[in-house]
């Protein structure tokens, strides 16, 4: 068994940079991953996404060689390394809480790494160098982690896990701990990193700009299972499940639970979605049709839609570029997204219309898309 | 800025001004402190009370040190000396006798030091190593093992007394100062694998982690990373071993003989044994001989110990 796989793993593992089969981890009788399988490609930038508590974290650590798994295996740049040290697995890793190692200055941190693998002298003091001039730390280099900045502390873990030179960077909700505006400067560095180093890239997080803007491909993980991998356009536009379609947009899609019958949705409002792309058909009448807010046209835009209904304005939030209307659609509740020029004010009736191309339809039994 | 937006307030700048003075009149600044108040007197007459009852044992036992023979028998314990004298001092360190030799406390002195530097050396190097482990290095059954160590501070001394008679008995260091070092490692370990224990697990899991990855074993991780930020851990550790070896009387009078009994042996011993007159002021000085080591590193250690103490106590 082992024999075989050895053997297939150089044309199976073909431009692929990491891959997880069948991954379980449970502490005791509690099962936090449950039979993950995940290939990310060569110099990929996936983003792991999903709540609190569902399992990220966990899956990074099995990644690393932090926390034993407990059946599958997990292969990196075609090596088996299930078994291997987090050192020999060739990964460097960014926490959120940096963990600088307080007491050695910044080029300490920098260069533990490649004391311990006895790396020569000199190579260190060039690799140390590279790594800070990439991330702008030259001034620094001196200076033990306390008497740095938070953005600060974040880049020299970042430089710690660049300086040894490995093919895989997994980051653990690195951006987390900044203020907005950082993040947003951090993020785009990040970014930029990528696109010079091509490495590849595990990002955790459960900030969905994040996710939308870094990931060539977004996990979206519930409860120890990938719900779905897809790209940041994908997963936007065609959400596997309903719980996918909730977690991804802010505010989230619209959901409006009624019966199919044929091309004709009964609910709130009624819908002929004749030019939506069924990718299975349905398999009983009930099902659940999603539309995002800022996919709803209104007023005279919406007159010349397909599908259109009349909703009674409750809430407005004006946030400058656009203004959220909290309206009702019935009884119910139903989102749109406007724009900011538009005057809407409680108690309007509001027209609203979209187009079928534009709509999610799941079948309320299996919560999967149809 | 303001004035260019609202014109209004700035074509009446006398009404604005007025009040502005006013307030400026007002309280700026720190509040000032009443310096006394019935709270106040309450607890420094509180403080001082207690202070004086615990110093003037120590006032009396420093005054005495310092007199003659003749000064002590006129009386008044309390009066400071007329004439100062170092000679009770210079006697009790080396000519004092006990029953068995005359040359005082310094012999108990050197035993001491012999004893407690490489018991508090090792039992801090093997207890910070088992904290680190029993955090960081979980291994079947480590919380079973931990368990069972908290349980022997709890098991009286004396029921293991003798038992440790024939163990060293059996190991050939029954009355030499290597067995009364073993004694006192063992049973600090309990009190400071705990305190390592505790301090270890109060730091970020994401340093262990990281040094994990950048390659560094179970001796680099705990040698290079953990062990330059304890300090404060392992100042507490060092006083608590410190003091607690020191000040040993049952272990040292038990497990060693006359030639290696530790300081605070030879000390009773000087003052229970009756020659003649007893020696009031050789016993003061002797008495205060033998804690100054204690105290010397109470006042060294001062800040340090309360940033260990609270770092220590910070999870359980
Ligand atoms: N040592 C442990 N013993 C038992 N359960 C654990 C342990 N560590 C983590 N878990 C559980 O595993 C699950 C996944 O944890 P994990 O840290 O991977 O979550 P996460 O997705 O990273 O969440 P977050 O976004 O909050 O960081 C959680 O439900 C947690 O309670
Ligand atoms: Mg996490």
Redesign the interface.
Known sequence: MAQALRAAAPTELDGISVSIRDLSLSYGSVEVLGDLNLDVQDGEFLVLLGASGCGKSTLL?CI???QPATEGQIFISGQNVTWA???ERG???V??????????TVEGNLS??LK??RVPKDEIRRRVARAAETLQLEPLLKRKPAALSGGQRQRVAIG?ALV?DVDVFLFDEPLSNLDAKLRAELRVELKRLHQNLGNTMIYVTHDQIEAMTLADRIAIMRGGKIQQLASPDVIYRKPANLYVAGFIGSPPMNLLPGRLEGNRFTGPLVADVTGYDFTTRPRGPEVVLGIRPEHVRTGAAAEALPIRAEALVEVVEPMGADTLVWAQLGQTPFRVRMDGESRVRTGDRLSIGFDPASLSLFDAASETRL | MSDAAFPARAATPARTAAPRGRLLDGPAGVAPTRRMNPKRIMVYGGLIVFSLYYLLPLWVMVMTSLKGMPEIRMGNIFAPPMEITFEPWVKAWSQACTGLNCDGLSRGFFNSVAITVPATILSIAVAAVNGYALVNWRFKGSEVFFTILIFGAFIPYQVMIYPIVIILREMGLMGSVWGLVLVHVVFGMPIITLLFRNYFSSLPPELFKAARVDGAGFWGIFLRVLVPMSLPIFTVAVILQVTGIWNDFLFGVIYTRPDSYPMTVQLNNIVNSVQGVREYNVNMAATLLTGLVPLTIYFLSGKLFVRGIAAGAVKG
């Open positions: 650590n690393a060689g932090l040290e987090p050192s990964i460097g890793m926490f959120q809480s940096y963990a600088l190692y307080p007491q050695m533990f790494g311990n693998a710690r040894r």
